[in-house]
């Protein structure tokens, strides 16, 4: 009975368009009188409980960091040194979005951030050189979506506070699986685009490529300074996030001299705004997800799934299913912030790794970024590069195929992920 209230209240809140954070107060709310408990002030309590969380802190920071970059011309400096190592290639351009997808990946962790920079600079040559439009978008929006899995994350971020899971492991264990995507969007873009009569780019000389890598030098410095602050010990993911934002800052700044006051305003802004939405999503679902312990939810789910409990990859294959169903209708944040309560208790009473689970369900709900019918980074898509969203969906297939097999992969065989994680701890 309490599943049921759960589920009809904040799938009909959804339904009738009410935005997400307020759909999980209305569903706590109805909880909490089911329970004959109703109390408001309770309700705030818990918004403001979960919003204070150092961890979280790493967010803002994150999302001003991908913003500098892009308006400081790091960004700009990753594409032009992807230009002159594969843009001669044969859809050489396709695999340029690819690579600087990665780059930029392992700096921002925003999706959206990364995809709007690759789109605006990247789609307008694409299409100049005769590429077909759609499946341009479908790449580009294909590699934005490695942001949330490659280290670092702000879904790893939300994650960890929520499951209560080691964020900087989680940071650590996203590394193989980001760049796996990686690799499969160069594997499905080799194959779709050998039919292409599109223009090849000619080859830059050594001393070009080379000038092109001394430019964007200081750039390629960003990830290497995160990934080897966390595994040294040397800061926190928190921490990694402030030296991220200022490391952008002050190279855009006063080394490239691109990020302008104006600029760097409008970037503070824009963090400011997606940090808002983020954390009230956050203390919303902090509210549902007290409810949600209260109310005993996870031990009639964990009943539920009974007949798999005692083989995790079947009962991984399941949830992962459940998660692809459900990342077609909901958001990345949202997703995570409804399920992770729900799931996390049967995980562990299964016997799977936190962390394991904690990268795979991210990824997940990153892919559903580009899953229709809703496709968030799709729609980001179609609106920078001024592209049909019809087309941007049909150009989007191969590439989701490709994510979904690693995806399936991963699930089958879990030591892909969790061999490499020992290594990298």
Known sequence: MTVAIFSLV??????????????????????MWHLGAFDWQLIALQMVNGADSFPLLAIPFFLLAGEAMNAGGLSRRLVNLGLALVGHLRGGLGYVAIITAILLASMSGSAIADTAALASMLLPVMRQAGYDVGRSSGLIASGGIIAPVLSPSIGYIVFGVIGGVSITRLFLTGIVPGLLLGLALAVAWWIVSQRDKVAILPRQSWGEAGRAFLDALLALGLPI???????????????????AAVYAVVVGSFIYRELTPA????????????????????????????????ANIPAEVTALLEPFRDNPIELMIVIMLLVVIIGTALDFIPTILILTPVLMPLVKSSGIDPVYFGVLFVMNNAIGLITPPVGTVLNVVSAVGKVDLALAIKGVWPFLIAQLIVLALLTLFPALVLVPARFLY
């Open 225 to 243: 300074i995160i990934i080897g602050g966390l595994k040294g010990g040397i800061f926190t993911p928190t921490e990694a996030a402030v030296v």
């Open 10 to 31: 904040l799938l009909g809140s959804i339904f009738l368009g009410m935005p997400i954070a307020f759909a999980l107060i209305i569903t706590a709310g109805a909880l």
């Open 263 to 294: 600029k760097l305003v409008h970037a503070m802004l824009m963090a400011v705004r997606t940090t808002a939405a983020v954390m009230f999503l956050v203390a919303a679902a902090s509210v549902s997800a007290y409810l949600i312990a209260i």
